[in-house]
């Protein structure tokens, strides 16, 4: 028996691809979990999704803020100066002297004159304040506020996802790992059961036939343990890939499928439901995008409504024909004004823009009640796992003692030859059956308590 241990531990460190010299990372849960969480990418994308809304409050602020801006300006007229055309007044006004003055008669009834230098140089600083803008600057910091909570929300559900994940894929690999225990002691007992019907056959004890069956039944086995290894090693490959690491990385799961008892079987449906709204992240998740999208109308709506600016501006003004300037050439000018902006006519955008505005928020109020109704199936599905895993856990206990006492009187019998090579196979085969099933058993109740959690917005941490 220490023998076949020591094989079975050398061909789970060749499924694992641990060779010498190079050390495997030992995992136990938490620290499954922990790394998931510091590792895993889409849980960080989440995360730097919510970053990113907690940037855009303050870009919604700056709507509201005042602007200022300075500007530099040089504009130099290449050639001529353009010249402007306009009627000769005086022509008009000395025409009842043309008797006296006939020159007057000659005179263009129309001048032509260029105005300013060849370069101009201006400079100074300008400001720019919003004083009514429909109800957008307001409505743009509360959506930015809303948008913050989604995203901290989704980055909670997708963390408690990623909790329930990994612990599956953690208790995946104790299970495999487990199955491969008992594949391996089933074959144990199938070897030991051969050698012994051998000595009874050489010794005419026991029939040629007893001895192929005793062969068979070993044969059957080899495969069956292979397939284990194999299980086991590819929960190995999934237990990397949910934590992010590569596919060099060695680990080496740390802890024991076992039984711990729960609270969760003394809530009724109703009351595990009510959890769930209140403290799924989803529900808050939805309830902030159903803010958003109220928001977005106002936004959409405030396109219809008049903008209402304050500007001043402080700058210098020079003009020479030369770029010598000179703080002598500048003249200073200090202006301000409201400027009113009144929306009349762009193409229907603002109306199509208010008609997607609305659609969107009827489209995320109707997704809420889809929601509430797809939580409510999840909590009652959780829960009937949950219960489910307890009675199969407890009915494989129960088995794995009554098949254990059978195979040892099915043995004792044989012996004394008051039973038959088939009572023995039966009994080592339902002893294995049971322990598969008690290994089984205890897996779907541990992944039912976290799966219980999640579904009721509970699920925080190692349980």
């Known amino acids: 028996m220490r023998s076949r241990i020591y094989f079975v531990l050398i061909c789970i460190m060749i499924c694992t691809g641990i060779a010498f010299g190079q050390e495997p990372i030992n995992l136990t849960l938490d620290t499954s979990i922990k790394m998931a969480l510091e590792k895993n990418p889409e ?7 919510w970053a990113k809304a907690k940037a855009g409050i303050g870009e919604a602020w700056s709507a509201l803020m005042p602007v200022v801006d300075g500007n530099v300006s040089l504009q130099h007229a290449w ?7 306009f009627p000769n007044f005086l022509k008009d006004a000395l025409l009842p002297l043309a008797s006296v003055i ?5 005179m263009p009834d129309f001048l032509k004159m260029s105005f300013g230098v060849e370069n101009t140089f201006r400079y100074g600083l300008t400001l720019t304040q919003p004083l009514f803008l429909g109800g957008a600057g307001i409505a743009g910091v509360q959506l930015a506020n809303a948008a913050t909570k989604a995203s901290m929300y989704e980055y909670e559900a997708k963390r408690q996802s990623l909790i329930h ?8 690999c104790l299970l495999a790992q487990r199955l491969v225990e008992v594949q391996s002691e089933a074959l144990a007992q199938a070897e030991a059961n051969l050698n012994n019907v051998i000595i009874k056959y050489d010794a005419g004890i026991a029939s040629g036939f007893d001895k192929m069956r005793a062969q068979v039944e070993v044969a059957n086995l080899k495969p069956e343990f292979i397939v284990s290894q194999n299980n086991y090693n590819s929960a190995i490959t999934g237990l990397r890939m949910v934590l992010g690491l590569p596919t060099t990385q060695l680990i080496k799961v740390v802890g024991q499928l076992e039984y ?10 109703s009351v595990l439901q009510e ?6 992240p989803e529900m808050a998740m939805v309830q902030a995008q159903i803010r958003m999208a109220s928001k977005g109308v106002t936004i959409a709506k405030s396109a219809f409504m008049p903008k209402l600016f304050f500007q001043t501006e402080y700058s210098y003004l020079g003009m020479r024909n030369d770029f010598n300037f000179e703080q ?10 409201l400027s009113l902006q009144v929306p009349l006519f762009n193409g229907f955008k603002n109306a199509k823009q208010y008609q997607k505005a609305r659609l969107d928020s009827r489209i995320v109020k109707d997704s809420r009640r889809q929601m509430e109704n797809g939580i409510n199936a999840e909590v009652e599905i959780a829960l ?3 219960n489910e895993s307890v009675e199969k856990y407890n009915a494989a206990n129960e088995s794995i003692d009554l098949a254990k006492e059978a195979l040892r009187l099915a043995n004792l019998l044989y012996e004394e030859g008051a039973s038959t090579q088939l009572d023995v196979l039966s009994s080592q085969l339902a002893l294995t059956r049971a322990r598969l099933n008690y290994a089984s058993a205890l897996f779907d109740y541990q992944i039912a308590r976290y799966e219980i959690r999640r579904v009721t917005g509970e699920l925080k941490g190692v349980l």
């Open 384 to 386: 009937n796992k949950f």
């Open 165 to 172: 994940k990994t612990a599956g894929a953690f208790y995946g």
């Open 43 to 49: 849980v960080q994308i989440a995360h730097m999704e």
């Open 260 to 269: 711990q008892p729960d609270s969760y079987n003394e809530f009724n449906l």
């Open 328 to 337: 002598n050439d500048m003249s200073r000018g200090f202006t301000s004004a």
């Open 102 to 106: 006939p020159e007057v008669n000659d």
């Open 275 to 280: 959890k769930a709204m209140a403290q799924r």
């Open 79 to 85: 050639g001529e100066i353009q010249k402007q055309v």
